[in-house]
């Protein structure tokens, strides 16, 4: 995912506050509430499954990703997993108020010093078992990019295991799921940003250097600048303060991944199982409720050979029986990979669309 970060973006940015007309009161009202009541840690009630992984030693608390929560009273929960950058908490923040109102938010922070795809996988098992049986409620998890690579793979594990399905629903925006959506096969020089971004991440192994991260960020920055140069859409989506602390949020994130949290990110991309229309990937993954989304601009994160996206856009039925897939596409602003920041606008109505059916197949357990 682009960071909002480094000189061009933040040439863009003051040019915006400098001409910025006055916020509406909406805008002031949704900053405000955030500034004084933003996400909390999560204290987990439920560990057993990231506590086998600890304890047995498949896992270290430096790889343990950090859950932020927002309560609300909502029927829906939603637990969101974001891209490589920036975090989840910045990538769903236009879309936050929407989903305050279907109930409580849970956000998947990944570590700076670490990543473990086992204990990730690990720790959405206890938060959703935990909402199920202390709140009697099946969330939707909304994955983002490399995050929804992520919620492919949490699927793919519990079909192998026969697991029973505690969530309501999935909502995969431009999903990245394995090394080969961003890399063609044989690709000695990549044909994307991404795949220029982390190549070298890929070629180092384990002894990544720290100019193939410096390198990394220089290309997530050129990602955002497609976004930050159209100052008329940033007026109109957040005031400068907002625009500000979205910067920050994610200008610290992404100077403060050590270089072996990079690796472990990278090497957990290399671990997940490419989805193949072909192959013999679990089918189906889920019997809930599935929404696939991707922007019309894809080419600058995703392989034109992607198998993840041939997959969905050939044999979604057979994955996710009750999956809709949707191109979404912004007129005379084109939707980038994920751009949930910038084009939210244009995401928003078939994600609204979703949990309305979703609450109107009923989200709750039985008792």
């Not at 915006?16 to 933003?38: D, G, H, I, N, V």
């Not at 304890?55 to 790889?63: D, F, I, M």
Request: net charge positive; proline share 7%; glycine share 8%.
């Amino acid at each position: 995912m682009p960071a909002l970060l480094l000189p061009p973006a933040w040439s863009a940015f003051t040019a915006f506050t400098r001409f910025a007309p006055p916020q509406p009161l909406r805008t002031f009202f949704r900053s405000t509430a955030y500034k004084f009541s933003p996400p909390r840690p999560h204290l987990p009630q439920f560990t057993g499954a990231q506590n086998f992984l600890l304890t047995s030693g498949r896992a270290e608390l430096r790889q343990r990703s950090s859950v932020l929560c927002e309560k609300r009273g909502g029927a829906v929960p939603t637990i969101v997993l974001g891209g490589f950058v920036p975090d989840a908490t910045e990538q769903v923040y236009l879309l936050r108020e929407f989903l305050l109102r279907q109930g409580s938010m849970y956000y998947f922070n990944y570590p700076r010093a670490g990543f473990s795809l086992d204990l990730v996988c690990a720790q959405l098992d206890d938060l959703v078992n935990e909402i199920n049986e202390r709140h009697g409620q099946r969330p939707v998890i909304l994955g983002v990019s490399f995050g929804a690579g992520l919620v492919l793979e949490w699927l793919r594990r519990a079909r192998l295991e026969s697991c029973p399905e505690g969530h309501a629903g999935v909502v995969l925006v431009s999903p990245v799921a394995c090394t080969a959506d961003i890399l063609g096969p044989g690709e000695t020089k990549p044909s994307t940003l991404m795949g220029r971004a982390l190549k070298p991440l890929i070629d180092a192994g384990a002894h990544i250097e720290q100019a193939a991260i410096e390198k990394a960020r220089v290309v997530f920055t050129k990602m955002f600048e497609a976004g930050a140069r159209n100052k008329a859409s940033l007026r109109s989506l957040m005031s400068s303060d907002e625009l500000r602390s979205l910067r920050a949020g994610a200008l610290g994130a992404i100077q403060a991944i050590e270089a072996v949290g990079a690796c472990e990110r990278v090497a957990a991309l290399n671990q997940m199982s490419a989805l193949s229309a072909w192959g013999d990937s679990p089918r189906p993954l889920s019997e809930r409720p599935a929404l696939v989304l991707y922007a019309e601009k894809e080419n600058a994160v995703l392989a034109a050979s992607s198998p993840t996206r041939a997959a969905l856009d050939t044999t979604l039925s057979e994955f996710f029986p009750q999956g809709r897939g949707q191109l979404v596409c912004g007129g005379s602003s084109p939707v980038q990979h994920a751009s949930l920041i910038f084009h939210h606008a244009e995401f928003l109505p078939p994600i609204a669309k979703f949990y309305r059916e979703i609450k109107s197949r009923g989200s709750r357990l039985a008792a």
